[in-house]
């Protein structure tokens, strides 16, 4: 018999916020541990939690980032359990009225698109962080209590690899659509599978088997390539499955069980007394609808039809919106949306990059940290956008040869002058007139009568040759595909 994996992701992502979720201290990784703590995020008794409006709003907006329905009402339940990074003893978070639901997400997966259903997208907190030392274990409440999105998938996905392309789709959107950072070594995005496997054609789901402690999304993969085999061999071997919660160990690259459903927690969930539910108004959520970017595949997928770019280019328009956007700003008004592609991805993209790595290694030698940096970027260019235009419609209308163009565009890169400019001061004009062109192309033919002889013998390739003689004898300047033409011409009269 043959089997099939089933998958459902947990999700939980660090929403970016000034505040945490219930009081005033800094939503802020990297601080000294315990300094961005106060009695709310301690709880210490007697407290009272104030919702973060900026994270009620983020968690609505990821709702329509990912297609979701908002229900009228919702509310903050306590998830009761006694864990010492978690200093209320209870978490709060949306048990049965979340902030959004029935939702999906579509991306691109093995040549075509794939879409997986969003259970629901709702709003917690997160606990603290304990660190274990040789004798004794700390723990810094600096991220209790910062907002945290729970994004619950349907179990419709089928393979490790699709869960990584589900994964990284998602964190586009969120990243993108600036609800999170994403970061995953900051571990602003974590991540708990749920898998198990069944025979293909069945619609039943087999026995539901958790794995924690990844913290990559390769090992997310990673995981899932070890665990799915090892079902189907446990269940082929006659093995029954038990719904278990399994830890990743990324070293040894295995999952092991933790424990069973016998051992199951029971969170008592309840109401949490203390917080107002939420009913969003219609003015208000307006307000947060206004602010939903375009999905970054359906701008990839615009900038292939409306453009006429090939996947490769509208890709790296899709992973960098702001690069997306510059380009889109000129592609409009050219002819050839295409070549200015070709110039914005090639050239401009590649030369920043370039900047970007050699201010990284010299600021670093001074020890500053990244978040300081000062890098390289579109808004620092000295020359304005069209003028990536003008210099396309100088190639297309051959006024300048293409080598030229890279003179040109150094220049400008450089000095911030206009393309036209540069070309006159440099005389790169690419000389079109026949009568110039003539006139070099016997220069050359008179100079070297034993490619012409060659040519007449029927050693054709030697035309490469005459051809480059002309065009140092023009400097560079001659029209090349005129050259061949007139060179042509001339060796066959
Ligand atoms: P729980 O009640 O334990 O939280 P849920 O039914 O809410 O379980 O599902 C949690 C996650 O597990 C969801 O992402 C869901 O898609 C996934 N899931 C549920 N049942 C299965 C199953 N049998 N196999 C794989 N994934 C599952
Ligand atoms: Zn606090
Ligand atoms: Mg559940």
């Known amino acids: 018999m043959e089997y099939e994996a089933v998958i459902g992701l947990e999700t939980h992502v660090q929403l970016k916020t000034q505040s945490k979720m219930w009081c005033g201290c800094a939503n802020q990784y990297g601080s000294e541990p315990n300094t961005n703590v106060c009695p709310v995020c301690l709880g210490l008794p007697g407290v009272l939690p104030v919702p973060n409006a900026e994270a009620l709003r983020k968690t609505v907006l990821t709702g329509y980032l990912l297609n979701c329905e908002i229900p009228r009402f919702a509310k903050f339940d306590r998830k009761s359990y006694f864990y010492p990074d978690m200093p209320k003893n209870y978490q709060l978070t949306q048990y049965d009225q979340p902030s959004t639901a029935n939702g999906y997400v579509e991306f691109e997966f093995q040549g075509g698109i794939s879409r997986v259903r969003i259970t629901r997208a709702h709003l917690e907190e997160d606990v603290g962080k304990s660190t274990h030392f040789e004798r004794h274990s700390g723990v810094d409440f600096n991220r209790a209590g910062v907002p945290l999105l729970e994004i619950v998938s349907e179990p419709d996905l089928t393979s490790a690899d699709m869960a990584y392309a589900y994964l990284n789709a998602l964190t586009e959107i969120l990243h993108q659509g600036g609800i999170s950072d994403c970061d995953m070594e900051k571990g602003m995005v974590r991540c708990d599978v749920n898998v198990s496997v069944r025979p293909v054609g069945s619609q039943e789901l087999g026995a539901k088997i958790e794995i924690k402690n990844m913290n990559s999304f390769s090992g997310v993969r990673r995981a899932l390539e070890y665990e799915i085999p090892r079902q189907i061999e446990a269940v082929k071997r006659g093995e029954k499955l038990i ?222 040759a005459l051809k480059g003689q002309v065009m140092k004898l023009s400097k560079g300047k001659a029209n090349p595909a005129l050259v061949g033409e007139i060179l042509e011409r001339k060796l066959k009269s």
Not at 285 to 306: C, H, T, Y
């Open 243 to 464: 719904q278990s919660t399994r830890r990743w160990d990324d070293v040894a690259g295995i999952t092991e069980q933790m424990r069973t459903k016998e051992d199951a927690h029971d969170y008592r969930y309840f109401p949490d007394p203390d917080l107002m539910p939420l009913a969003p108004t219609d003015e208000w959520l307006a307000g947060v609808k206004a602010q939903v970017i375009e999905l970054p595949l359906a701008r990839k997928q615009r900038f292939m039809s409306d453009f006429g770019l090939p996947a490769g280019d509208a890709e790296v328009f899709k992973i960098n919106p702001t690069l997306g956007n510059y380009f889109e700003g000129i592609a409009k008004q050219a002819k050839n949306p295409k070549a200015v592609a070709n110039w914005v991805i090639n050239n401009l993209q590649a030369k920043l990059a370039e900047l970007n790595e050699a201010e990284k290694s010299e600021q670093g030698s001074m020890g500053l940290e990244p978040a300081d940096m000062k890098l390289s970027s579109l808004a620092d260019l000295k020359f304005k956008p069209e003028a990536i235009l003008e210099l396309v419609n100088l190639v297309e209308a051959k006024t300048i040869s293409s080598s030229a163009a890279q003179q040109v565009f150094a220049e400008m890169f450089a000095t911030g002058k206009a393309p036209a400019a540069i070309v006159q001061e440099k005389g790169l004009a690419q000389v079109s007139d026949t009568g110039a062109i003539e006139q070099f192309c016997d220069e050359a033919l008179a100079a070297n009568p034993k490619f012409v002889a060659d040519y007449k013998a029927g050693k054709v390739a030697v035309l490469n």
